[in-house]
């Protein structure tokens, strides 16, 4: 006789495995095609924080935050005559593991004294709860390093779509997806034959059906939740993410494991600030799809040309 469900304990084991499966390989898949547009900012050698590289009016360039270029606990990104400073955008992409025997990195490197950002100068002081904490860094696409960037990655235009990318309407599968590099996270390669070594950055999307939204000041904010039963591993400290691109995941078409489901993604937010409150999950906030699409947008066509 058959058991009343009309699967043997086999089948079920069986499929149980394929869900887990599953559930482990497409957050891997969705990483890679998020991380297409992500890249971590290291300046002077030093890991700074995480950006999207994005395309407005036609102009290709680095959407991050702000306290990332303006750093109140440590060096500012300096593009005066004088400046020495070099930024150094990491090209290559491993995957999810280091190899065994890792390659010198492939890296953009840019002077930054031939470099413009927006906002110019500090907008506040504090960088406080709710920003405003957003900026971007056009590209000079006659430059080769740009020209690296392009033939590896992927720029986010973002004129394009607002309508669909700042209404948010969360079907029952569909989730937020925060990526960045936390400095936790950091490993220390092998010495190289001149005896330096190279730091291993671990860049994740990290992954959260659970979310709440806020206005204040005239611009909107998305905290994602890191719990419960968060769907990615979580650092204790983020620190790293900042400036790192908030993606909402929609989930076109459910299909049985181990498939991946047909899905369509679109970026709605900066990250910018790790939220505690006692008793809650850790919270990632940023500035919502309307900061990013409409008031960042009019800010920079009114303010910069």
Known sequence: MPP????????????????????KEFPYELSRQLHKYTISLI?????????????????????TAEHVI????????????????????????????????LPTP?????????????????????????GPDMAFIPLDESLPQVGSLKAKKSFWILNKDIVKRTNINRGRHDFFAFVGAPDEWMKQGERSTDASRINLLASVA?????YSYHRHGGFDFIDIHCGPDPLSEIPDEFSGVSGGGLWFIHI???????????????????????????GQPTMIRGHGPNSVYQKFLDEIRQNWS
């Open 70 to 101: 303006h750093n109140p606990e440590g060096k500012r990104f300096d593009n005066s005559e004088s400046s020495r400073q070099i930024l150094d955008i990491p090209v290559t992409i491993y995957g999810e593991g280091f190899p065994a025997n």
């Open 4 to 23: 009343p469900n009309g699967r043997s304990e086999d089948q079920k084991a069986v499929a149980d495995e394929l869900r887990k499966q599953a559930k």
């Open 106 to 130: 492939e890296t953009a490197r840019f002077p930054v004294r031939g470099l413009r950002w927006y906002p110019e100068y500090r907008s506040d002081k504090t960088f406080g709860d709710w």
């Open 206 to 210: 990290f992954c959260s059906p659970h």
């Open 252 to 278: 076109e078409k459910d299909v049985a494991p181990p498939d991946v489901p047909k899905y369509d993604f679109w970026l709605v937010g900066v990250a910018f600030l790790q939220v505690e409150k006692p």
């Open 43 to 63: 300046l002077d050698g030093k890991f700074y924080g995480t950006g999207t590289l994005a395309e407005i009016d036609g102009v290709k360039g680095i959407l």
